[in-house]
């Protein structure tokens, strides 16, 4: 049974930090991509960062969080990070850990998807 749990969400003021973490299990190895999103109120899923448990340099990027979000892996733990820093009000949302087999930043391309966290940016 595949399962993604996410965690480390919560309240945080504008410019502070949150590391959230998502444990993956059931997957075979062929799907070692993994991907954070987050959907906002009324807003759809949106791509935060994706990453390859086998290749380390494949890290990409929203343009909006380039620079100060860190995606980075445990793989003896099954499981993967996302660093926030200079957290904004505008990305208040729940953040959600997805994995698959395709490098891809278009949601339509996962199927599984944990059950997210809340992240709560005050102003």
């Known amino acids: 049974q595949v399962q993604l749990v996410e965690s480390g969400g919560g309240l945080v003021q504008t410019g502070g930090s949150l590391r959230l973490s998502c444990v993956v299990s059931?997957?075979?190895?062929?799907?070692?991509?993994r991907a954070w999103f987050r959907q906002a109120p009324g807003k759809e899923r949106e791509f935060v960062a994706i990453?390859?448990?086998?290749?380390?340099?494949?890290?990409t990027y929203a343009d909006s969080v380039k620079d100060r979000f860190t995606l980075s892996r445990d793989n003896a733990k099954n499981t993967v990070y996302l660093q926030m820093n200079s957290l904004k009000p505008e990305e208040t949302a729940v953040y959600y850990c997805?994995?698959?087999?395709?490098?891809?930043?278009?949601?339509?391309?996962?199927?599984?998807w944990g059950q997210g966290t809340q992240v709560t940016v005050s102003s």
């Open positions: 997805t994995a698959g087999e395709e490098y891809s930043i278009l949601t339509r391309q996962y199927h599984r």
């Open positions: 059931g997957l075979t190895a062929e799907s070692s991509v």
């Open positions: 990453g390859s448990l086998v290749n380390s340099e494949w890290t």
